[in-house]
């Protein structure tokens, strides 16, 4: 039987821009499979618009940290042997990993331009606030330290369809450009009337040659990192005919193992729906609506009903196409989609993404090892190594939910017969001390269980009904469980039944190294 599968966000908006994040990845391969983090996601690979650039203000598409552009070679993470020798390592551990791709927009541009556009209103795009006028844009790419190397395809503004600068005057606004069949794409979200436009040079998908260069460009990028899977940034931005195509085009290349997740930051399940009915179910996407529940529950304490936690979430509603996650680099404080879950709710939390049925959860880099920038948090390893442990081991087999009580919620886990000491009993508290009875099965009469977080020091035995009460502790989670003998010797029992497909991986990462080198 295979084991949970679970992903880690392996970054924060603030991780350190010292070109080594490449080399820690690598580093840190071995520690992380032996927690149970089986994939990476990892942030965009591209050259920003200098040394510090997060990846997310796309330059040069093509320059993985290879060419002297933008003032360095390396990226804010490293070069580009760097970034192959890091996920040859990743796999020689049997780690997959996942590339962010940033398509929505360009940034850094070599050269301005002059051309006409209209301004429009920032709050509904589709209100035009001016006459037709000319403006200086940056919007034309000749990548001068690569040249031609991988692709000749060099970009000017008729391949954008919106810009957000005119040097001309140094103005900021929303400029949508004019040209023939130029226009917002129609197929976007509808926040702001037309949310088509996000920032910098805005991508004109409607635009073929365009299309044909993003696709082109999709391909040699998986082909040369040899990654198992992408995460599409900020997709309600992009024309959805696009994804469809961009999806099917990277399945078709790489197979149907080949992984695709978007970021569709909606809360709305029914736009998300509508999303994936628009790109025939191809990618999976993150619960945002799951996110804000957290969020909401840990500003509300005992005031919030966590029976309700689930409900109108992707999770709830569409089970296998949900990427569950507590926080990431966005929600994070101080940046833009700021929404961060309070700490004292954080064990909870991923409590109710790594130690249910459903969902493919992610571990936040910055939950585990911590956040730096201006208000710098401590990581929280432990609690999550402890969670991560239990999915590994213990969370497996039928659900049993007990929603009964708005600040007191509890769950079973059967367990299942291939994995011997499975099945657990979860308890989450939102107010007071509380606890469940649950039934765990009769077959575990006489049991002696203890909680993994080691939050409660007692044990619970299970009745010879296959009932018993599980205590927590108030504002807490406790998992209980059958304990698991540790073997012999300095390994852990999770790395000792690490997945078989663990040589398979390795034989890829080795390929990978010897085909950079």
Sequence with gaps: MKRNHTMMQFFEWHVAADGEHWKRLAKLAPELKAAGIDSVWIPPVTKGQSAEDTGYGAYDLYDLGEFDQKGTIRTKYGTKQELIDAIAECLRHGITVYVDLVMNHKAGADETEVFRVVEVDPGNRLKVISEP?????????????????????????????????????????????????????????????????????????????????????????????????????????????FIREFAAEMTRKRGEDFYIVGEFWNPDVEASRQFLDTVDYQIDLFDVALHYKFQAASLGGRNFDLTTIFHDTLVQTHPTNAVTFVDNHDSQPHESLESWVGDWFKPSAYALILLRLDGYPVVFYGDYYGIGGPSPIDGKRDAIDQLLYARYHKAYGEQNDYFDHPNTIGWVRRGVDE???????????????????MFVGAERAGESWTD????????????????????????????????????????????????????????SGEKLAKKAK
């Design 133 to 241: 006028f000319e403006i200086e844009g940056w919007t034309k790419f000749n990548f001068p330290g690569r040249g031609n190397e991988y692709s000749s395809f060099k970009w000017n503004f008729e391949h954008f369809n919106g810009t957000d600068y005119d040097a001309r005057k140094g103005r900021t606004g929303i400029f949508k450009i004019i040209g023939e069949n130029k226009d917002w794409n129609r197929n976007v979200d509808d926040e702001f009337g037309n949310y088509d436009y996000l920032m910098f040079a805005n991508i004109d998908y409607c635009h073929p040659v365009v299309r044909s260069e993003m696709l082109e460009w999709g391909k040699w990028l998986v082909d040369t990192l040899q990654c198992g899977g992408y995460r599409l940034d900020a997709i309600k931005h992009i024309n959805y005919d």
């Design 419 to 437: 994995i011997p000491g499975s099945g657990c009993a979860v308890v989450v508290s939102g107010g007071d001390d509380g606890e469940k009875r």
């Design 452 to 507: 993994l977080t080691l939050n409660r020091e007692d044990t619970v035995e299970i009745g010879k009904d296959g009932w018993a009460v599980f205590p927590v502790n108030g504002g807490g989670v406790s998992v209980w469980a059958l304990p698991v003998e540790q073997p012999d010797g300095d390994e852990s029992a999770l790395e000792n039944t690490l997945e078989t497909d663990t040589r398979d991986k390795a034989d």
